[in-house]
């Protein structure tokens, strides 16, 4: 008994100072963007004081640059390739699991390799496309490259999920008369919620975070990214960190929300209770 | 009108053939029940009439109408699943409505149907639950809802009590027979258990490996079994059988030694058969007395346990040259284990079956 409760403490004790680890740095962006200059540099793990205190990073992102273009590109890209991603990945995973047709198995093999190998081997050869197509410099681009890339791992999950469903809950749809369409939207998609959360997450986050695409693909100032913006306050020479620190937490909170979101359906789908 | 008619229907799951070629005549209005062994098909056979699965040879018809390649709905059949397959997403209302919705059906009708539907089921109360919310009982009672309020010509069951506990499953067996002599839609219901076979249908197929063993009413596969497997299969506690061979041929009549050596005297036509040919006698254990009368075939043994049930007594007898075998006695006789017991019946009783398993004809009573 007592046994129990220490190797439970003990547990909670590790999980408790990873997410401390994990955290300290966003905590650390988060005091520093707070602060003057000379306080960033002077100490940087004390928390701003009333004379530390100042909000000139968030002046000079808000209202001394574009910050505003970058952050909607960011959310737009985001949110559109998470729409894109889910709703086809889920009706690929759907159709890979529940119609037997020829190519199938290649199909699965061919996803299984998209996992498998990264995408950004294939840089040059995107850029060339892009090129091609006339989208450089476009959310277009972003988006398309984007979806390709997070694709094969949310079929896959997507349809071991699907495929747990039990078969009879689908025929019974069939004999009722339900479309095939139907028994997808108002069947599955209700029922794999919680996993379309979580392959919503791991979606999101690198998207939101990743660098090389736009930095390739859409430098251009009204295709630019958060994370991309964030680089011109980083120079050779000096670093403006108050700007770094300030659009770095700014670049915090749309995916906050966005994970919010996503739990909160995580949750609701894991007590919406049992299929049987 | 909804009859069903299966005309040599095959089925294959890659190489390997399930169904042997399958005839069945099913009335309008009746009851049929598929039995058989856990393996044998019966669930394919459903799914086949319900257009889950394609029929890969041979010609299905529904009311007149060639369905090969018809979809379930066009079939006009509702079918309840062993796992119930409720939509737990939606409450019992929505889930016994969702069909309704995709037929386009007016609000009002769709409300009716399933109030309707569901005072018959006494599932007016739970209508706001989610299926979790429910005991099994009642998730199967919305099983058949969802059925019910479809108005289908047909209702097909697959192993519709299998996860009811063995009380629930008594009642919701009577609701079931009583709700077909309510709507009196034609019935398809697939069981392995031989005892909701009887009390259900009006016509039993049994199924066995893919074939049908034979069609019939529960009593006359109960009297007249037309194979060993049937024979075995229908009635518990299952039939005693009793190897033998022909020792003498008369009129109507072949003398039979049994494994334990005696000999006995069987009513039967002897036509096709031959000294030395082997038989198999049937007995059900219901047939078996202590009163040893009238000339018909004695047995006898060691009774191992004797199970008292009230009112009767199920004896366990290692027979003296033979399988051991069953008999059951009215619940006021008094025999003890251990001691050594012999049993007769009267040859009407005999089931006599040749040597690929067949059904000989009791001469004494042919019509039995
Ligand atoms: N989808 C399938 N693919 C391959 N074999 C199957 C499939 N469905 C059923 N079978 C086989 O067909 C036989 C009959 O199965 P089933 O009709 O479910 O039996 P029952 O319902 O009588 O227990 C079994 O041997 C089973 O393994
Ligand atoms: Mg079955």
Redesign the pocket.
């Known amino acids: 008994m007592n046994k129990k409760h220490l190797s439970a403490g003990m547990v909670h004790t590790l999980l408790l100072s990873y997410t401390l680890l994990a955290l300290w740095p966003i905590f650390l962006v988060l005091i520093n963007s707070f602060k003057t200059r000379k306080a960033i540099f002077k100490d940087p793990m004390a928390i701003p004081t009333v004379e530390t205190f100042s909000l000139v990073g968030f002046d000079k992102v808000l209202a001394r640059s574009s910050f505003d273009i970058y952050f909607s590109n960011s959310i737009i890209i985001t949110v559109v390739t998470l729409t894109l991603t889910l709703l086809i990945g889920a009706m690929a995973a759907w159709a890979l699991s529940e119609y037997k047709f020829r190519g199938n198995l290649l199909m699965g093999l061919y996803l299984a390799i998209g996992i498998m190998v990264p995408i950004r081997l294939g840089s040059v050869s995107i850029l060339n496309l892009i090129v091609e197509l006339n989208l450089t410099n476009t959310l277009t681009a972003l988006i398309l490259v984007y979806t390709a890339q997070s694709l094969p791992l949310t079929i896959f999950i997507l349809s071991e999920f699907i495929g747990q469903i039990p078969k009879d809950l689908k025929e019974a749809a069939r004999c009722d008369g339900v479309s095939e369409y139907k028994i997808f939207f108002e069947i599955i998609l209700p029922l794999i919620r919680p996993a379309i959360a979580t392959v919503g997450i791991f979606t999101m986050v690198p998207v939101w975070n990743d660098l090389w695409f736009p930095l390739i693909l859409a430098p251009g100032e009204e295709a630019r990214t958060v994370t991309l913006g964030v680089q011109q306050f980083i120079g050779q020479y000096v670093t403006d960190w108050n700007a770094v620190l300030a659009s770095l937490t700014l670049a915090i909170i749309p995916v906050m929300i966005l994970y919010i979101f996503f739990s909160r359906q995580l949750i609701r789908g894991i007590t919406s209770g049992a299929v049987k | 009108m909804s009859e069903i008619k299966l005309d040599k229907v095959h089925k294959s799951?890659?190489s390997?053939e399930?169904l042997h070629g399958v005839n069945i005549d099913i009335k309008d209005g009746e009851f049929v029940v598929f039995v058989?062994?856990?393996?044998?098909?019966?669930?394919?056979?459903?799914?086949l009439i319900a257009g889950l699965?394609p029929i890969t040879s041979g010609d299905m018809y529904i009311g007149e109408k060639w369905v090969n390649d018809l979809s379930p709905v066009d079939r006009g059949i509702a079918m309840v699943f062993q796992s119930y397959a409720l939509y737990p997403h939606m409450t019992v209302y929505k889930n016994m409505a969702f069909g309704l919705k995709m037929g386009n059906q007016g609000k009002a009708e769709i409300e009716k149907r399933v109030r309707n539907a569901a005072e018959i089921l006494q599932l007016t109360p739970l209508l706001a639950r989610k299926p979790s919310q429910l005991s099994g009982g009642q998730r199967q009672r919305v099983a058949i809802g969802r059925a019910i309020v479809r108005d289908p010509e047909v209702f097909l069951f697959?192993?519709p009590l299998s996860n009811l506990d063995a009380a629930l499953r008594v009642q919701t067996r009577l609701e079931i027979a009583k709700l077909h002599q309510e709507l009196k839609n034609t019935v398809v219901y697939?069981t392995?258990d031989q005892v909701e076979a009887m009390t259900l249908a009006d016509k039993i197929v049994v199924?066995h490996d893919?074939n049908v063993e034979q069609i019939g009413s529960p009593l006359d596969l109960y009297n007249h079994p037309a194979n060993l497997f049937v024979a075995g299969f229908i009635g518990s506690p299952k039939m005693n059988f009793f190897e033998g061979r022909i020792t003498s041929i008369g009129k109507g009549q072949a003398a039979v030694k049994l494994a334990d050596g005696k000999e006995t005297v069987v009513p039967v036509e002897g036509a096709h058969l031959g000294v030395g040919g082997k038989l198999t006698l049937g007995i059900r254990p219901e047939h078996l007395e202590l009163e040893v009368s009238s000339g018909g075939p004695v047995v006898g043994g060691h009774v191992d346990v004797v199970e008292r049930l009230g009112d009767v007594s199920y004896l366990y007898v290692r027979a003296n040259g033979d399988a051991p075998f069953i008999a059951s006695l009215p619940g006021t006789s008094d025999v003890q284990p251990g001691t050594e017991i012999s049993l007769g019946t009267d040859p009407i009783h005999v089931h006599v079956f040749n040597e690929n398993g067949n059904a000989i004809t009791n001469a004494r009573n042919p019509a039995l």
């Open positions: 799951f890659g390997v399930v058989g062994p856990s393996g044998c098909g019966k669930s394919t056979l459903l799914r699965e697959d192993e697939v392995h199924l893919g």
